[in-house]
């Protein structure tokens, strides 16, 4: 999940991305930003925040308590949006998409 | 919450069979048709592999088919035919009464199967995309289905004699559908999904696995076809080199994945995966042997390093890395992001599972050495650790299903 610093809604994106670290994969220990599960995070519609995102592989046992976690946090983050995530499997999450912090928290080369 | 009585379940019957090997230490070594080593064989592997890859299953099918299970009312119904058709047959095979009893027992088993397979098969066929992983999973049921159908035949055939042929021979055509058709294609194909995704690894070779499953498959079907019409000799051996030939492709795939893995540390509960997959190639070899020396404990360790070694191994291990995230999911999937729950590792002991994997080595080691050298004592000492073994097993499983929901502060939840 990129954040340039000229997004208009580049405050709530990194409102969004910190609560979203807080949100743990319960299988590979890591958050799921740090993963790559989170593609990206649309505030264009006022009355909501919109989460694409996906899991590290379908049908994932772990998935709805992801995607439970990101709408309970956003929740509380931003009370006054309706909070919507869609899971999409394009492109498909590969071990690359984890970023170089959560290759070390999960002790990986 | 379906799967969490097949865990349960299968726990108990492990410590069963442990308690039982120790009763009839005296006889492992003996010829395998005896009532008491029937007995034990059914319990090992229905009430012990049979449930808790029932459990694994109904939980891993919807992961590997991408899809919801076709029917959790059917998987229900498999657990209570499966146990109850257990406890009938282990216990008709104990005090060996031929009839109503056997029969009634092999028929819930047959029937547990039969649902089993449906589920699977329709699980498995409504997606789009093909997978060998999937054709496993459906190959595995349809064995498991024959298996079950041929051992009711055969309790059926010990009251009333109707299979023109020798029951001990029917009898190596059912144990091997079962081994090589169930138990190995299931294992074979869950493995390949769930060993990669827990060490980050990955193989390209994936024509490997259809070389597996198509070998695995042929020599199957070639051993069960001649020897319903022939008897079984040596030139069968040659079948089971087929199967070995498709096992050896599935670990080589198993091997590539690991070498080509990001996570470098190695869990100790994937260990149990290595010992498991380590006594399955001794099985192989110990094949020839036993059927070449007329001694009947080399029969006995063929059996024990499947049973004991090969299958234990790895339930034993990949029970850890299942059951507590099923727990998990059920008590705090809603929970996440709200509150601070605890992670599915904080629900069971892992030191538990450091002494599980020691105890099961030395109670391993102990009883291969004390079988081939014939010696009771060592025996009885080494399954004295089995049953430290399956109280350890217990324990733990205990310990992660009667999980009770707690916030990290310490509160209960409601």
Known sequence: ?109 | MAVLPFYGTGAVFFAVLAVLLFRVAGELTGHHFNPHLLALVHTAALGWGTMVIFGAAYQLLPVICERDLYSVPFAVASYVMLTLGTLLLAWSFWVFEVGALMIIGGSLVVSAALLYTINTSATAALHQHSSVQRAFMVSSALWLLITTIIGLLLAINLRVTFIPRNHLDMLKLHAHAGLAGWFLQLISGVSTKLVPMFLLGKSKREWLLYVALILQNAGLILFLSDGYFNPVTSKMLTYAGIVALGTFAWLIYLADAYRNRLRRKVELLMKHAAVSFACLVVGFVLLPVAYFVADTRWTSLYGTFLFLGWITAIILGKTFKTLPFIVWSNHYRHLTGKVNVPLPKQLYSERLTVYQFYVYLAAFVLLVAGMVTNCTALIRVALIAWIILAALYVVNVAKTIFHKPMMTDGNKTQ
């Open chain 1, 1 to 109: 999940m990129e954040i340039k610093l000229n997004d208009p809604f580049a405050a709530e994106l990194l409102k969004a991305q910190t609560a979203l670290m807080q949100v743990i994969d319960p299988e590979l220990y890591v958050n799921i930003i740090d993963l790559g599960l989170v593609y990206g995070v649309d505030f264009s519609d006022a009355a909501r925040v919109k989460v694409t995102m996906t899991l590290s592989t379908p049908g994932c046992p772990m998935g709805e308590a992801i995607t439970n976690g990101v709408e309970n946090i956003l929740g509380v983050v931003f009370p006054k949006r309706e909070i919507e995530v869609e899971v999409v499997w394009e492109p498909r999450w590969n071990y690359h998409m984890i970023t170089d912090a959560g290759k070390a928290q999960m002790g990986l080369e």
